[in-house]
């Protein structure tokens, strides 16, 4: 004779709202780091806490001598839908990042250093992380004045007690 | 969509509590709804606002984004948020009696 066995219950609490979000920025391209920021933007509209946290290439965003100058990749990026080697003609990447910011530009997103400053006004809060700092052999005045501090993923994790934590 | 009653007057509201029809609100309603969400006293300041979220979005069919709210409404971000401390073009757009705003910026 087969015995059921009882199945833990959920406890069937109602569902709670995003209080805070932590969102990793971990690419450099055009691609890469506007999904991030328009998650960070539409968290504060909503009222929601939210930090960034950037690594590796994502740093790019936050780099005064770079964060002006972020491209689209037109290589290796099958959403381009163009063939490898016409991404890799000179002046591709120019073009398709002239292009996407046209397209920006029109339904309101602004560019990467003007989004920055928004968010900074919002109460978003920047974050570097060291690991990747100091593998660039970087430190804190080469970042926009809105990043606060280069913390450590420890830190990261501590900070983020409670939140959504989102790759990007 | 119900009919609720905000300051003696019965209004259109969605599932949020936002007017579905603009021209169902007063300043009257206004006051209620910011003291509903955390705002006692509306102050010149959020008057601004509020207006001109609301005459945006009559004259356009729009609310404003948080980028124009910024730039054109006489109010600079960092006072929108401390004005509007739980997301300054949703809830002024509420209090300013139009529908919740859909754009992503």
């Known amino acids: 004779m087969t015995e059921l066995l009882e199945q833990p219950h959920e406890t069937t609490a109602k569902p709670t709202t995003i209080e805070k979000v932590s969102i990793v920025v971990s690419k450099g391209s055009l691609e890469g780091i506007y999904p991030a920021l328009i998650m960070a933007n539409g968290a504060r509209m909503e009222g929601i806490d939210a930090d960034l946290f950037f690594t590796f290439f994502g740093l790019d965003a936050i780099r005064k001598d770079r964060f002006e100058k972020i491209k689209v990749a037109t290589v290796g990026n099958p959403g381009m839908h163009i063939p490898t080697w016409i991404g890799a003609v000179p002046g591709m990447s120019w073009l398709a990042t002239k292009m996407m910011q046209r397209q920006m530009e029109k339904i309101d997103i602004p560019p990467v250093p003007e989004f920055v400053e928004l968010l900074g006004d919002s109460g978003v809060r920047f974050f570097a992380c060291k690991a990747t700092v100091d593998m660039f052999g970087l430190s804190l005045e080469d970042f926009v004045p809105q990043v606060e501090e280069i913390i450590s993923v420890g830190e990261f994790y501590e900070r983020s007690a409670g939140a959504e934590i989102v790759f990007t | ?105």
Request: charge should be neutral; hydrophobic fraction near 45%; charged fraction near 25%.
């Open chain 2, 1 to 105: 969509m119900a009919t609720t009653l905000i300051a003696d007057a019965p209004v259109d509201v969605d599932d949020e509590g936002f007017l579905t029809d603009p021209a169902q609100w007063n300043e009257a309603i206004a006051e209620a709804i910011a003291r509903e969400n955390g705002i006692p006293q509306l102050t010149d300041r959020h008057w601004l606002v509020v207006r001109f979220m609301r005459e945006r979005y009559l004259a356009t069919g729009m609310a404003p984004s948080i980028r124009a709210l910024g730039k054109e409404s006489g109010v600079p971000v960092k006072e929108l948020y401390e004005l509007f401390p739980k997301g300054p073009a949703k809830l002024a757009a509420k209090i300013g009696g139009i529908p919740k705003p859909k754009g992503c910026i």
